[in-house]
Protein backbone atom coordinates (compact mmCIF):
# COMPACT_ATOMS: atom_id res chain seq x y z
CA UNK A 1 0.00 0.00 0.00
CA UNK A 2 1.25 3.77 -0.56
CA UNK A 3 2.22 5.46 2.31
CA UNK A 4 1.57 9.38 2.70
CA UNK A 5 4.04 10.90 3.48
CA UNK A 6 3.79 14.82 4.15
CA UNK A 7 7.28 16.67 4.53
CA UNK A 8 7.27 19.17 7.85
CA UNK A 9 10.06 21.70 6.48
CA UNK A 10 11.61 24.54 8.73
CA UNK A 11 14.52 25.81 10.53
CA UNK A 12 13.59 24.23 13.87
CA UNK A 13 16.35 26.47 15.79
CA UNK A 14 15.01 25.18 18.50
CA UNK A 15 12.24 23.19 18.05
CA UNK A 16 8.89 24.49 20.04
CA UNK A 17 5.55 23.04 21.26
CA UNK A 18 3.87 25.22 18.76
CA UNK A 19 6.28 23.03 16.11
CA UNK A 20 5.12 19.72 17.79
CA UNK A 21 1.91 20.76 17.95
CA UNK A 22 1.57 21.06 13.90
CA UNK A 23 3.56 17.50 14.12
CA UNK A 24 0.78 15.97 16.08
CA UNK A 25 -2.08 17.11 14.26
CA UNK A 26 -0.49 16.30 10.95
CA UNK A 27 -0.34 12.84 12.04
CA UNK A 28 -3.88 12.79 11.72
CA UNK A 29 -3.93 13.34 8.06
CA UNK A 30 -0.18 11.71 6.68
CA UNK A 31 1.02 7.75 7.63
CA UNK A 32 4.51 9.37 8.16
CA UNK A 33 6.04 13.15 8.24
CA UNK A 34 9.61 13.62 7.89
CA UNK A 35 10.79 16.85 9.65
CA UNK A 36 13.62 18.21 7.39
CA UNK A 37 15.53 20.59 9.09
CA UNK A 38 16.83 23.60 6.86
CA UNK A 39 20.63 24.65 6.19
CA UNK A 40 19.36 28.07 5.79
CA UNK A 41 21.74 30.22 4.70
CA UNK A 42 19.97 33.61 5.16
CA UNK A 43 19.65 33.21 8.94
CA UNK A 44 22.65 32.85 11.95
CA UNK A 45 21.33 29.86 13.84
CA UNK A 46 21.69 29.33 17.17
CA UNK A 47 22.05 25.32 17.21
CA UNK A 48 23.49 23.62 14.44
CA UNK A 49 22.03 21.94 12.51
CA UNK A 50 23.06 18.38 14.14
CA UNK A 51 21.91 19.59 17.61
CA UNK A 52 18.44 20.97 15.85
CA UNK A 53 17.94 17.29 14.72
CA UNK A 54 19.20 15.75 18.49
CA UNK A 55 16.80 18.27 20.00
CA UNK A 56 13.82 17.19 17.75
CA UNK A 57 14.45 13.55 17.94
CA UNK A 58 14.57 13.70 21.61
CA UNK A 59 11.36 15.61 21.68
CA UNK A 60 9.07 13.08 19.55
CA UNK A 61 10.47 10.30 21.80
CA UNK A 62 10.49 7.43 19.67
CA UNK A 63 7.72 7.95 17.23
CA UNK A 64 8.48 5.06 14.70
CA UNK A 65 5.65 7.73 12.25
CA UNK A 66 8.07 10.80 12.37
CA UNK A 67 11.50 10.84 10.30
CA UNK A 68 14.13 13.21 11.18
CA UNK A 69 16.19 14.27 8.37
CA UNK A 70 17.96 17.71 7.04
CA UNK A 71 18.04 19.30 3.49
CA UNK A 72 20.39 21.78 1.54
CA UNK A 73 19.06 23.33 -1.82
CA UNK A 74 15.97 23.68 -2.50
CA UNK A 75 12.63 22.18 -0.98
CA UNK A 76 11.19 20.88 -4.20
CA UNK A 77 13.97 19.09 -5.25
CA UNK A 78 13.92 17.41 -1.05
CA UNK A 79 10.49 16.42 -1.90
CA UNK A 80 10.81 14.94 -4.70
CA UNK A 81 14.31 13.10 -3.41
CA UNK A 82 12.03 11.58 -0.51
CA UNK A 83 9.22 10.37 -2.63
CA UNK A 84 6.43 12.98 -1.21
CA UNK A 85 3.78 15.06 -2.50
CA UNK A 86 2.84 17.09 0.49
CA UNK A 87 4.77 19.40 2.40
CA UNK A 88 3.45 21.06 5.90
CA UNK A 89 2.93 24.27 7.08
CA UNK A 90 2.11 26.12 10.51
CA UNK A 91 0.53 29.74 9.70
CA UNK A 92 0.51 31.86 13.31
CA UNK A 93 -1.12 34.67 12.18
CA UNK A 94 -1.79 37.42 8.68
CA UNK A 95 2.40 37.90 9.29
CA UNK A 96 2.96 34.33 8.34
CA UNK A 97 0.55 34.39 5.55
CA UNK A 98 2.29 36.76 2.69
CA UNK A 99 5.30 34.81 3.35
CA UNK A 100 3.68 32.12 3.60
CA UNK A 101 1.42 32.01 0.28
CA UNK A 102 4.82 33.16 -1.84
CA UNK A 103 7.16 30.39 -0.72
CA UNK A 104 4.36 27.88 -1.51
CA UNK A 105 3.31 29.66 -5.18
CA UNK A 106 6.91 29.54 -5.53
CA UNK A 107 7.25 25.53 -4.74
CA UNK A 108 4.27 25.25 -6.86
CA UNK A 109 5.90 26.96 -9.66
CA UNK A 110 8.78 24.83 -9.56
CA UNK A 111 6.83 21.58 -8.61
CA UNK A 112 3.11 21.60 -9.76
CA UNK A 113 3.11 18.40 -8.08
CA UNK A 114 3.67 19.14 -4.89
CA UNK A 115 1.14 20.97 -2.68
CA UNK A 116 1.46 23.03 0.60
CA UNK A 117 -0.73 21.90 3.82
CA UNK A 118 -0.97 24.65 6.14
CA UNK A 119 -2.25 24.19 9.51
CA UNK A 120 -3.55 26.89 11.90
CA UNK A 121 -1.12 26.97 15.11
CA UNK A 122 -3.17 26.10 18.30
CA UNK A 123 -4.46 29.18 20.22
CA UNK A 124 -1.83 28.13 23.10
CA UNK A 125 0.58 28.57 20.94
CA UNK A 126 -0.04 30.74 18.32
CA UNK A 127 2.38 33.58 19.75
CA UNK A 128 5.46 31.16 19.94
CA UNK A 129 8.35 31.51 17.80
CA UNK A 130 11.52 30.35 18.15
CA UNK A 131 13.42 33.69 17.43
CA UNK A 132 11.02 35.25 20.41
CA UNK A 133 12.10 32.49 22.31
CA UNK A 134 15.50 32.56 22.05
CA UNK A 135 15.66 36.36 22.78
CA UNK A 136 13.47 35.39 26.04
CA UNK A 137 15.79 32.55 26.99
CA UNK A 138 19.41 35.15 26.23
CA UNK A 139 17.96 36.89 28.87
CA UNK A 140 17.86 34.15 31.21
CA UNK A 141 14.08 34.55 31.13
CA UNK A 142 11.27 31.44 31.47
CA UNK A 143 10.70 29.79 28.41
CA UNK A 144 9.46 26.84 30.33
CA UNK A 145 5.76 25.59 29.02
CA UNK A 146 6.77 26.67 25.74
CA UNK A 147 9.23 23.97 24.27
CA UNK A 148 10.17 21.11 25.36
CA UNK A 149 12.31 20.23 28.60
CA UNK A 150 15.79 18.88 27.15
CA UNK A 151 15.55 22.69 24.33
CA UNK A 152 14.76 24.45 27.67
CA UNK A 153 18.16 22.98 29.36
CA UNK A 154 20.11 23.13 25.73
CA UNK A 155 18.98 27.09 25.38
CA UNK A 156 19.98 27.48 29.06
CA UNK A 157 23.52 26.03 28.42
CA UNK A 158 24.59 28.01 25.14
CA UNK A 159 23.38 31.23 26.80
CA UNK A 160 25.53 30.35 29.91
CA UNK A 161 28.53 30.33 27.70
CA UNK A 162 28.01 33.10 25.47
O1 LIG B 1 11.29 27.68 9.85
P1 LIG B 1 11.47 28.59 8.67
O2 LIG B 1 12.77 29.34 8.80
O3 LIG B 1 10.30 29.50 8.48
O4 LIG B 1 11.59 27.63 7.38
C1 LIG B 1 11.77 28.17 6.10
C2 LIG B 1 12.13 27.06 5.09
C3 LIG B 1 13.34 26.30 5.54
C4 LIG B 1 10.96 26.12 4.95
C5 LIG B 1 12.40 27.76 3.72
O5 LIG B 1 13.35 28.77 3.89
C6 LIG B 1 12.89 26.78 2.64
O6 LIG B 1 12.12 26.01 2.12
N1 LIG B 1 14.20 26.83 2.35
C7 LIG B 1 14.80 25.97 1.34
C8 LIG B 1 15.15 26.77 0.09
C9 LIG B 1 13.97 26.85 -0.87
O7 LIG B 1 13.46 25.85 -1.34
N2 LIG B 1 13.52 28.09 -1.16
C10 LIG B 1 12.46 28.31 -2.11
C11 LIG B 1 11.18 28.69 -1.44
S1 LIG B 1 10.78 30.30 -1.98
Redesign the pocket.
Known sequence: MKKNIAVY?????PITYGHLDILKRGLELFDKIIVAV?Y?V??RALFTVKERMELIRESIKGNSHVEVDS?E?????YVKKVNARFVI?GLRAMSDFE?EF??AS??RN?NKDMDTIFMMTSKDYFFIS?RTIKEVASFNGCVSGLVPEIVDKKLKEKFAKK
Open positions: PGSFDANDKFGLLVDRNQMMNLS
